[in-house]
């Protein structure tokens, strides 16, 4: 049995619920993540995701990173102009 790394499960689990073009998790020494996440040709979201969501499940953190991710490029201050 090979060890998976945190950062694969999470990869995965995203996969399962959205595909996207390009998604990198890579943990600091801190305890964070630098994540960024290509939405779309030329759309990128980037995010430091803190210790205490990379405390939760793969699953859990996957769902979260999602959900971000959408309603980043699909709610109100995208509509608007707002970056």
Do not use: Q
Request: proline share 1%.
């Amino acid at each position: 049995m090979a060890y998976v790394l945190f950062t694969t499960k999470v990869k995965t689990a995203i996969d399962s619920i959205k595909k996207y073009p390009l998604v990198n998790l890579e943990i600091n020494v801190d305890g964070t993540a630098c994540l960024l996440v290509k939405y779309a040709d030329r759309k990128y979201y980037e995010e430091c995701v803190t210790r205490e969501n990379m405390k939760l499940g793969a699953e859990e953190l996957a769902k979260l990173i999602v959900a971000r991710v959408e309603a980043y490029w699909t709610g109100w201050a995208f509509k608007k102009g707002l970056r």
